[in-house]
């Protein structure tokens, strides 16, 4: 079966100008997890929804940030006004259940490296 | 809050040599404890994992235990190969399931 999907691959912007990043999650997995991977660092979490609504989003750096899942399955994370800093690779995972302390495992996908001139 | 500290890499190993990757956690409760990988060119990966104290998580010839009364997780393999090489991340999960990983460990194993 197919996994995570993350589009684009790659995504290169201007200072200043807004994007939006695409999560396909594996079928029928209800939790889905953003997290973001500067260079160097390991990941750090943004955002979880359990279905259609966020769950946590205490990761969002700022009002800039902003993440959307409206039926359930595809995520869109959007930001607007990039700034150089927002420059990382933004993951996306997803598990079955979710908020079960780990017990089910979340399945990454190859990530969305965003590069803000 | 909750965090993990691992030992900074990169580490450069002959092949079939042990390897040992320190982990040490800081959490309230009792986290579920994880090793992901990422091999060059792919996503992240789930290795192994602990979900209670003194549980030993295996796969593929790693090993790592949990042990609550020094807060480690301490990766392991006892002959490590070339196709080992990549960046390996210590992490936990907190109550709300995020995941809060260590900074990644580079391990390169020479032929």
């Known amino acids: 079966g197919a996994g995570v999907s993350q589009t684009p691959s790659n995504k290169v912007t201007e200072k200043g100008k807004y994007v939006e990043l695409r999560c396909d999650p594996i079928?029928?997995?209800?939790?889905l997890y953003w997290y973001r991977q500067s260079l160097g660092q390991g990941p750090e979490f943004l955002i979880y929804?359990?279905?259609?609504?966020?769950?946590?989003d205490s990761g969002l750096p700022n009002d800039r940030f902003f993440a959307v899942r409206p039926e359930g399955s595809v995520s869109t994370l959007k930001i607007q006004r990039t700034e150089r800093g927002d420059s990382a690779v933004y993951l996306c995972?997803?598990?079955?259940?979710?908020?079960?302390?780990?017990?089910?495992?979340?399945?990454f996908g190859p990530g969305t490296r965003l590069t803000v001139l | 809050g909750n965090s993990v500290t691992q030992m900074e890499g990169p580490v450069t190993l002959s092949e079939e040599a042990f390897l040992t990757i320190n982990c040490t956690y800081t959490?309230?409760?009792?986290?579920?404890l994880f090793w992901y990988v990422q091999y060059p060119g792919e996503g992240l990966q789930l290795l192994l994992k602990?979900?209670?104290?003194?549980d030993k998580g295996s796969n593929k010839g790693f090993e790592a235990t949990y042990r609550k009364e020094t807060t480690s997780f301490h990766l392991e393999k006892g002959s490590v190969q070339v196709s080992d090489s990549a960046v390996y991340f210590c992490?936990?999960?907190?109550?709300?399931?995020?995941?809060?990983f260590g900074k990644g460990t580079r391990l390169h194993i020479l032929p």
């Open positions: 995972a997803s598990s079955l259940l979710g908020g079960i302390e780990g017990r089910n495992e979340q399945f």
């Open positions: 992490a936990l999960s907190d109550p709300n399931d995020k995941i809060i």
């Open positions: 929804f359990q279905g259609t609504g966020a769950a946590d």
């Open positions: 602990a979900t209670k104290a003194d």
């Open positions: 959490a309230t409760g009792y986290p579920s």
């Open positions: 079928s029928g997995h209800t939790a």
